[in-house]
């Protein structure tokens, strides 16, 4: 993830919870938000030349290159189509450890960056799969008419507008 978090046009959070001998923290969770703005390119994309850090190549080394891209480029052209030139929060990667699950981490990690995106009124768009919309939809997202996966957050201030 070290490439995404040395990005100037990403936001990383992460949440963190006591660790058992109370001195070090243990990561929850963590968000990655493409800033509205940013290049439209997908977050996630990757070569295999471009991991230059061990334990990442070893973290993505069984992935198949051509069908991961494949389904990123694809997320990137119904993206362009849904928001156009619209400058938007974009969702890379959200994740909650197994053992946070259920306990408001996530919703943690979202509701900073909402705090953030409706200061700015600019839309939220992630991609999510049908387990996961449900979750996003407490929070304000809604599913796009003919997506299976697309789901967008519109500032309460620019709607108000």
Same mark, same amino acid.
């Given at each position: 993830?070290?490439?995404?978090? #040395? @990005? ?10 006591? =660790? %058992?001998?109370?001195?070090? &923290?243990?990561?929850? $969770? ?48 119904? #993206? @362009? ?10 969702? =890379? %990667?959200?994740?909650?450890? &197994?053992?946070?699950? $259920? ?49 967008? @957050? ?8």
């Amino acid at each position: 993830m070290l490439p995404l978090i #040395r @990005r100037t046009d990403t936001l990383v959070t992460k949440a963190t919870v006591p =660790g %058992p001998d109370g001195d070090k &923290p243990i990561v929850a $969770g963590m968000a990655f938000w493409h800033l509205p703005g940013a290049a439209v390119d997908n977050l996630q994309k990757r070569k295999p030349a471009d991991e230059k850090i061990e334990e990442e190549r070893e973290a993505w080394e069984q992935v198949d290159w051509e069908k991961w891209n494949g389904m990123l480029e694809k997320y990137d052209v119904v #993206r @362009r189509q849904v928001m156009g030139e619209e400058p938007h929060w974009y969702l =890379g %990667p959200l994740w909650t450890h &197994p053992d946070y699950q $259920g306990q408001g981490v996530g919703g943690a990690l979202l509701q900073y960056a909402i705090s953030l995106a409706e200061a700015s009124g600019a839309p939220m768009y992630l991609e999510a799969s049908p387990a996961g919309q449900p979750v996003y939809a407490r929070y304000g997202w809604q599913r796009v008419g003919g997506t299976e996966t697309v789901m967008i @957050r519109r500032s309460e201030v620019k709607a108000q507008q």
